[in-house]
């Protein structure tokens, strides 16, 4: 991003800090990722402008995986034409062009794929990746918006970029992380939890798991948004894919939190620097996702990793064939494709790997419909 419009955007930041009361946590992480028009998110697209990779930026055979399960889903809801994919935070359109261009024909008469998108310039990007496929394709900005259709509400890594509450255990009582401003820049401000039913409703877990000086993330959207995912069914499935983690594990294998930052393709953990031109990310609690989606009306659910999940959808028989593919091209002198079938094994093979993208959480739950039989 030009340095010029990145020097500007901190600046507007950091004077709305400055001329306000402290920001809880929450309300600045959403100020400086979504904010109109210096907000993170408002100027980048995840995979694109030299931020990290998401899985369908990285292979195309994340989608191509993935859609086995839209072909499932229809069919266990009896095959209807008019079914729908409801994606939310499709980034920059890779994963709906490789999925649908992966799908059968039957699946792709009468498709429906609605993109949950609230900012215009990567709506922008999305048309543009699907204009030449077929399907119907139309475009909300929130969740909310849709009329109830019958198919699967998917999100890639949407959840982890929720605005969270980021609280530390204190000596004789909870304290709750605020942002300010001085003539040195942005600061925490250390605030007691008074009061607040929710939050200290929600603390009671990580409290019995955690020491005076530890802290957590707690994300107050997660409610709202199962609602709404359900409220966008009529029947079918919801498959969310995100880092994150279940109850205690969420805790105490991450006793600082789990919040980081992204700028560019370095990780950090100080949500204070370079405001406007950093991402913040902390793990979904898929425990409390989980039961936010059974209090919302969804049923029966699997958790698993991604690593496992796409295993379940012929992963190892994708490398077993790229192995098979350099091995050909090998013997045949044919080094230029070789070395890209190389690549494109890495690239699969990272999508499963421990402690990286295959550690990431996969929550697949129904709604007025059957499981998905091959799960169980």
Partial sequence: ????????????????????????FDRFMFLVLYSDPWGFYRRHT???DGTYRTSPTLSPWFAKLVCKDFVAMRRNLGSPRGFTIVEVGGGNGAFAREAIRSLPDEMLDGLRWVFVEPFDQI??????????LPGSFSWVTKLGEIEPVVGCVFANEVIDNFPARLFEVGDEELLEVYVSSDETGPLEVLLPVEGDSWAQSESKGPLEHLSPGDRFELKPMLSSWAEDASRALKSGYLLVIDYGDIQPSIWTR???????TYRGESMGTDPLE?????????????TSLAHAA?????????????????????????????????????????FASYLATMAERSRVHALGTPGGL???????????????ADIH
């Fill in 254 to 260: 991450r006793p600082f939190g789990s919040l980081v």
């Fill in 358 to 372: 295959g550690d990431l959480r996969v929550l697949l739950a129904t709604k007025d419909a059957p499981p998905l």
């Fill in 274 to 286: 370079a405001l406007g031109s950093t991402d913040i990310t902390s793990h979904v609690d898929f």
């Fill in 46 to 48: 995840p995979g694109e």
């Fill in 123 to 132: 709506a922008s990007r999305q048309k543009d990746a699907v204009s030449d």
């Fill in 1 to 24: 991003m030009n340095d010029a419009i990145a020097a500007k955007a901190e600046d507007e930041l950091l004077r709305r800090l400055k001329t306000g009361s402290p920001l809880r």
């Fill in 294 to 334: 059974h209090e919302a009306g969804f049923e029966a659910h699997h958790l698993s990793s991604q690593r496992d999940f796409l295993k379940r959808l012929g992963l190892d028989d994708v490398l077993a064939d790229l192995r098979s593919a350099e091995r050909e091209a090998s013997t045949a002198g044919d």
